[in-house]
Structure formats: structure tokens, C-alpha cells
């Protein structure tokens, strides 16, 4: 079994997958009198179905309305097995329409992505939108953030927010490659300042504000670190090797420096970073894994 169902307030369930590693996310279910509505897919058709089983075991309410929090694939690639509509932000729909399986089978050859299937959503919003199901979810985008297309769920009655990876828990290293370092510290702050208890990250385990806390801490560490090096003329993948990461080195997939730095360069030089270069931080990052040092 890949992953738990754990209630986190009445009718609100968050699907916890292992220790959060790549291409292995969160999702979650929020369970109403008349239906239930399903916050992202994961990225292949076994976890899916293990998924939907354990689903079923705490309710037999339709899946009517599907939630992606982002585009990226572990949470969008198995939209196709809940008979549902599936909503997001219009620039997270366009991400899953970019979301090739034959991309990433390359970057991921070891990864199981069985049953994978880009199933595009049906309704988008630019903003912010309101969904009822007995309680109230605020569906918003804070900005480019983790990517161009994030939205987080807030359910003010229950005090849970549903956070994509706007939130990636400690130990799991965030990721801001396809997005914005700056503006994944802006969303993380929005995000403490709503009245909630409990934080469901993207990937890693069950969080509170210490953790959107040491997320933001960890990025203004990027930040600053690959500033002063590009003041100092390093290119982006020399500046994220000469990094001296300290504790953060203990935390897993520390190698997503390497895409950190790329994106904060971008920013730094006020140009959107490259196609190219995405995929080329990508191969690096997954060139030295854990062992970068």
C-alpha cells in the first residue's frame, strides 16, 4: 500500500503518500451530504486505484468534482479515473495539456507511470472561485509560485487548507523550477496568514504554520545565496554546486537546489527562464540525486 487516508476534520480526509519523494504526492477528499469532492490525482493507474479503495471505505458519495492543484503530472496524470469535473486555474490547465508521459518516462526511466493519461480540465478560473459542499472551499491562486498555475483550498469552517506544492513539508525540499522563488514566498505567507490548524502540503506529512515557516526560511536561502554568487559572475549551475547548503543538505531531494538557483537567476536577470533550460536543470538534478557532494 502506497499511501493512508487520515481524517483531518469531520469529512475532510488528506491521502498521505510515503515521505513525499518525486512524483509522489498528497491528495485529499472532502466528503458532503450530497457529494464529494476530490483534491488531485497521483501519477500512475495502481496508486490510483489504491487510492479510490480506501476512498470508498469512508464514503460511497459520488467523486463529482475533481480539484488539481496544479498541472504537473503526479497530480493530474490519473484525472481519467474519477467520473468527475475537474477544476483549476487556466495556466494549471495548460501546464497538464504540456505535461507529456514520454518527457518525463525519459527523465524518470525507473518511475511507474502505468495507466498515465493527460485528461485536460473542464472548468478554469483566473482568480479565485467558491465551491459549496455543506462547507465552503475557497479555490485561489496566489500567483506564480510552485508553477505559473497553483491554487491552494481553503475551508475557513474546518481550518484545513489543501496547499499543492505551494508546500512541500521538512524534511522534502521545495521546488520553485517551474515557477517563482519569490513568489513561493509570497504564496507561503498568504497562506499563514489564513485562520487554519492544518496544512496539507503537496508532498511530506501533515503540517502546521512551522512548516510553511521553514519553507519560507528555505527560500529566502536560495535567494539570497545565488544573488550574492551572481553578483559574483557564477553561472546558475556552478553557483548551485558552490552553495554550501548546511542542514538543508540532510533533507531529501537536496538536489533541488540545482533548479531553485536556475529559477532565482531568472528572476534576478527579470527573464523567464527557458524551456531548455528547465529540462537541463531537470538532468541535473536527477544526475546527482542526493549525493550532489
Same mark, same amino acid.
Given at each position: 500500500?502506497?499511501? *493512508?487516508?487520515?481524517?483531518?476534520?469531520?469529512?475532510?480526509?488528506?491521502?498521505?503518500?510515503?515521505?513525499?519523494?518525486?512524483?509522489?504526492?498528497?491528495?485529499?477528499?472532502?466528503?458532503?451530504?450530497?457529494? +464529494?469532492?476530490?483534491?488531485?490525482? @497521483?501519477?500512475?493507474?495502481? =496508486?490510483?486505484?489504491?487510492?479510490? +479503495?480506501?476512498?470508498?471505505?469512508?464514503?460511497?458519495?459520488? /467523486?463529482?468534482?475533481?480539484?488539481?492543484?496544479?498541472?504537473?503530472?503526479?497530480? @493530474?496524470?490519473?484525472?481519467?479515473?474519477?467520473?468527475?469535473?475537474?477544476?483549476?486555474?487556466?495556466?494549471?490547465?495548460?501546464?497538464?495539456?504540456?505535461?507529456?508521459? !514520454? #518527457? $518525463?518516462? +525519459?527523465?524518470?526511466?525507473?518511475?511507474?507511470? +502505468?495507466?498515465?493519461?493527460?485528461?485536460?480540465?473542464?472548468?478554469?478560473?483566473?482568480?479565485?472561485?467558491?465551491?459549496?459542499?455543506?462547507?465552503?472551499?475557497? #479555490?485561489?491562486?496566489? %500567483?506564480?509560485?510552485?508553477?505559473?498555475?497553483? &491554487?491552494?483550498?481553503? #475551508?475557513?469552517?474546518?481550518?484545513?487548507? /489543501? &496547499?499543492?506544492?505551494?508546500?512541500?513539508?521538512?524534511?522534502?525540499?521545495?521546488?520553485?523550477?517551474?515557477?517563482?522563488? =519569490?513568489?513561493?514566498?509570497?504564496?507561503?505567507?498568504?497562506?499563514?496568514?489564513?485562520?487554519?490548524?492544518?496544512?496539507?502540503?503537496?508532498? %511530506?506529512?501533515?503540517?502546521?504554520?512551522?512548516?510553511? @515557516?521553514?519553507?519560507?526560511?528555505?527560500?529566502?536561502? @536560495?535567494?539570497?545565496?545565488? *544573488?550574492?554568487?551572481?553578483?559574483?559572475?557564477? %553561472?546558475? $549551475?556552478?553557483?548551485?554546486?558552490?552553495?554550501?547548503?548546511?542542514?538543508?543538505?540532510?533533507?531529501?531531494?537536496?538536489?533541488?537546489?540545482?533548479?531553485?538557483?536556475? =529559477?532565482? $537567476?531568472?528572476?534576478? !536577470?527579470?527573464?523567464?527562464?527557458? /524551456?531548455?533550460?528547465?529540462?537541463?536543470?531537470?538532468?541535473?538534478?536527477?544526475?546527482?540525486?542526493?549525493?550532489?557532494?
Amino acid at each position: 500500500m502506497h499511501g *493512508k487516508l487520515v481524517e483531518v476534520a469531520d469529512g475532510v480526509y488528506a491521502y498521505i503518500q510515503g515521505r513525499g519523494e518525486w512524483f509522489v504526492n498528497n491528495a485529499g477528499l472532502i466528503v458532503g451530504e450530497e457529494f +464529494s469532492v476530490v483534491v488531485d490525482s @497521483v501519477c500512475n493507474e495502481q =496508486r490510483a486505484k489504491e487510492m479510490i +479503495s480506501q476512498f470508498r471505505e469512508v464514503t460511497a458519495k459520488d /467523486f463529482r468534482i475533481l480539484i488539481n492543484t496544479h498541472g504537473h503530472p503526479d497530480h @493530474v496524470w490519473t484525472n481519467h479515473l474519477f467520473d468527475a469535473v475537474a477544476v483549476a486555474h487556466e495556466m494549471g490547465r495548460q501546464e497538464t495539456l504540456m505535461a507529456f508521459v !514520454e #518527457i $518525463y518516462q +525519459s527523465l524518470f526511466p525507473d518511475l511507474d507511470f +502505468s495507466g498515465a493519461k493527460i485528461t485536460p480540465q473542464n472548468i478554469t478560473f483566473e482568480s479565485r472561485m467558491k465551491l459549496y459542499n455543506d462547507a465552503e472551499m475557497q #479555490i485561489i491562486h496566489p %500567483g506564480v509560485a510552485h508553477t505559473r498555475g497553483d &491554487c491552494y483550498i481553503y #475551508i475557513p469552517q474546518k481550518k484545513v487548507v /489543501f &496547499c499543492g506544492d505551494l508546500l512541500f513539508a521538512k524534511p522534502c525540499t521545495p521546488l520553485a523550477v517551474g515557477g517563482s522563488v =519569490r513568489g513561493s514566498v509570497n504564496a507561503l505567507r498568504e497562506l499563514l496568514n489564513l485562520d487554519a490548524k492544518i496544512y496539507v502540503p503537496g508532498h %511530506g506529512g501533515l503540517a502546521g504554520e512551522e512548516h510553511l @515557516v521553514e519553507a519560507i526560511e528555505y527560500f529566502e536561502f @536560495v535567494w539570497e545565496e545565488a *544573488k550574492e554568487r551572481h553578483e559574483r559572475g557564477m %553561472g546558475w $549551475y556552478e553557483a548551485a554546486m558552490d552553495i554550501d547548503l548546511g542542514e538543508y543538505a540532510k533533507w531529501s531531494e537536496a538536489e533541488r537546489i540545482i533548479g531553485n538557483v536556475a =529559477r532565482a $537567476y531568472a528572476e534576478i !536577470e527579470g527573464r523567464e527562464l527557458e /524551456f531548455a533550460e528547465i529540462v537541463e536543470a531537470a538532468r541535473k538534478m536527477l544526475e546527482y540525486g542526493g549525493g550532489r557532494k
